[in-house]
Every structure is written in structure tokens, then in C-alpha cells.
């Protein structure tokens, strides 16, 4: 058997190739309770229930945003709340042409016998939670995994476990429906150069590629969700061109063809950083077999949750914010975006978190 191909095979691939349909992305709302507690935290906002519901509900409910997205991934409690008519998000999203997705991972747990190196959790009863998602509505699902560059990091282990983990996930969510979204982030924290960083991504993918076959995925019905290839945080920043072709090269020489797109993390860099970075990759002339798109939380809702404040009279501006960075995000995936977002309140603030957890 060189893939698996069970009764979902058919909408497995048809779902993963319309989330990368060029022109859309994916809006990354699937942070923790205590992740989204801090970003409420930092526009005097209370982490209760209502308010992570009304935050989500106007970003899913934003006139004109969905056209420029084709999927959502959400947090569990998300996948299962109503906006204040009752209505349930996964019809919102559904109605929108935005298909809902989840994330299914528990978070990172330290990795015995390395310096601080993580793996990530949550295969335990995996299959079960995704009957239940896909029950409710979610027909993708994102698990990450985080890796960093240091002076022996990563550690073969920590690219062997990673990518183990990630195709176990992969393989258990196409058995029960689901396209896996696989996330194989490597921090930006460090002053390493770009050319670390793209030997460094090019060891992690080729090890996740060689993992993923070995579980029987079948790569038509997944979708990769990597990171830019970047110096590393505090070292200086080089333009959105050379960042393309470090980035694209890096792909190129790992990612296989069948691989229907490429769905980019943002990795804290500001929102017109992110944009800037992805038009340019789809402005190179290369080969390029699959779709560079986004996938992104921090880069799509920062300057929207800093213009909401959580005041309901702020709800349309915010969401005009909000627009505004869907639409250039999309431009970008089309190689068309000419800078015109670059003026919103906010949008060339870095994003970084030092080891940042989701």
C-alpha cells in the first residue's frame, strides 16, 4: 500500500484542494483559552466565554472578509458555540464558502533526554475526538509541532519525534474524515541567518515528507503549514524577495508535488511583514506545484482586536480592519498585492513572542 485510501479518500482530497484555492486562505482562530486570555488581556478585555465568542463572531460575520478565506480553524469550545441569534458557527462558516477545521493537539510536554526540546501531545484517543469534530461540522484539523535553532538544536530526536507525531496524527485524521493541516513550526527566536534557518527547514520537512510516507498519508488530502524561512529574531531582517527565494528554494527541494498547498504560519512577524513575504514568494518566477497561501492568526486579527477594544461601537471599524487584511492577503497569494494595507493602525508592529505557545 503506498496510501491510504479509505471511504473519506474523494472528499479528503476535494476539501484539501479547495482550501488551497489561489486568492484564499485559512484565519487561524483556534487559540487556547489561555492564549486568547492574554491577547483579550492586552486591550483590557475579560477572558470569560461571552467575550471570546463575540471576538469570533465578528471576525466570522465580517461583511465582505469570507469571500478571501476558505477555511477557519477554531478551538474546540469555538467548534461548538452560537452567535447571539443562535445561530451555530460551523453554519456561519459553512454559509460563507469557509469550511470550519480544529485544532487537536494538547500542547507541547518537554522532550526527555534533550535541552529543552518539546514534542507535541494529544494522540491519546485522537480517533474518538475526531468523530466527534467531524460530527460537529470540522472537516480539517491543525496539529503543531515546534522545533527550535539553536547551537545543537534541532537534535535528530526532536525531528524524528516531531515527525513521527505529526504523521500519526495525519494518518488518524484521514481514517476519520478530516484533512490534516501537518506543522512542523521552527521558532524564529535566535540570531541565526537565513541560511541556517533554510538548512534547518529543509532537514525538518524532508524528515516529516519521509515520515508521512511511511504512515501510508495520503498527501493529496493534506496540507502543509510551515514557516518562513527567515533570520532568526534578533538578527537583521532582509528583504521580502530574498526571504521568497530562500523560502521557495527550501520547498522546492522537500516538498513533494502532490501536496495540493502550502498554507504559511506567520511566526510573529507584523501583519504587513507577513503579506509582503508571501506576495513576493508568488512573484517568483520558479516552479511552484502547489499553492502558497496563509494560514494565519496574529497576522489577520492584531490591528482588528486593537481597533475593537472590546467596544461594541468599534465592531464595524474593527471588522473593516479585519477586511482589509483578508483582502491583502489574498491579493499576495496571487502575487497582486501592491501595498495599499500598509496604512491600517498597527499593521507593521512585530508580533514576536519569544517561545511562543499556543
Not at 65 to 78: D, H, K, P, R, W
Not at 187 to 213: F, P, Q
Not at 239 to 266: D, H, W
Request: charged letters at 20%; glycine letters at 8%.
Amino acid at each position: 500500500m503506498s496510501c491510504f485510501e479509505g471511504k473519506y479518500r474523494d472528499e479528503l482530497i476535494a476539501n484539501a484542494a479547495y482550501i488551497a484555492t489561489p486568492g484564499k486562505g485559512i484565519l487561524a482562530a483556534d487559540e487556547s483559552t489561555g492564549t486568547i486570555g492574554k491577547r483579550l488581556a492586552s486591550i483590557n478585555v475579560e477572558n470569560i466565554e461571552t467575550n471570546r465568542r463575540q471576538l469570533r463572531e465578528f471576525l466570522f460575520t465580517a461583511p465582505n472578509a469570507v469571500q478571501y478565506l476558505s477555511g477557519a480553524i477554531l478551538f474546540e469550545e469555538t467548534l461548538y458555540q452560537k452567535t447571539a441569534a443562535g445561530k451555530p458557527f460551523v453554519d456561519v462558516l459553512n454559509e460563507g464558502g469557509v469550511l470550519p477545521g480544529i485544532k487537536v493537539d494538547k500542547g507541547t510536554v518537554d522532550l526527555a533526554g534533550t535541552k529543552g526540546e518539546t514534542t507535541t501531545q494529544g494522540l491519546d484517543g485522537l480517533a474518538q475526538r475526531c468523530q466527534q469534530y467531524y460530527k460537529a461540522g470540522a472537516r480539517f484539523a491543525k496539529w503543531r509541532a515546534v522545533l527550535k535553532i539553536g547551537t545543537t538544536e534541532p537534535s535528530p530526536l526532536a525531528i524524528q519525534e516531531n515527525a513521527n507525531g505529526l504523521a500519526r496524527y495525519a494518518i488518524i485524521c484521514q481514517e476519520n474524515g478530516l484533512v490534516p493541516i501537518v506543522e512542523p513550526e521552527i521558532l524564529v527566536d535566535g540570531s541565526h541567518d537565513i541560511e541556517t534557518c533554510a538548512a534547518v527547514t529543509e532537514r525538518v520537512l524532508a524528515a516529516c515528507y519521509k515520515a508521512l510516507n511511511d504512515h501510508h498519508v495520503l498527501l493529496e488530502g493534506t496540507l502543509l503549514k510551515p514557516n518562513m524561512v527567515t533570520p532568526g529574531s534578533d538578527s537583521p531582517k532582509v528583504a521580502p524577495e530574498v526571504i521568497a527565494e530562500y523560502t521557495v528554494k527550501a520547498l522546492q527541494r522537500t516538498v513533494p508535488p502532490a501536496v495540493p498547498g502550502i498554507m504559511f504560519l506567520s511566526g510573529g512577524q507584523s501583519e504587513e511583514e507577513a503579506t509582503l513575504n508571501l506576495n513576493a514568494m508568488n512573484k517568483l518566477q520558479t516552479k511552484k506545484p502547489w499553492t502558497l497561501s496563509f494560514s494565519f492568526g496574529r497576522a489577520l486579527q492584531a490591528s482588528t482586536l486593537k481597533t475593537w477594544a472590546g467596544k461594541d461601537e468599534n465592531i464595524p471599524v474593527a471588522q473593516a480592519a479585519f477586511l482589509s487584511r483578508c483582502k491583502a492577503n489574498s491579493e499576495a497569494t496571487l502575487g497582486k498585492y501592491a501595498g495599499d494595507s500598509a496604512k491600517g493602525s498597527g499593521v507593521s508592529e512585530s508580533l514576536h513572542v519569544k517561545d511562543y505557545k499556543y
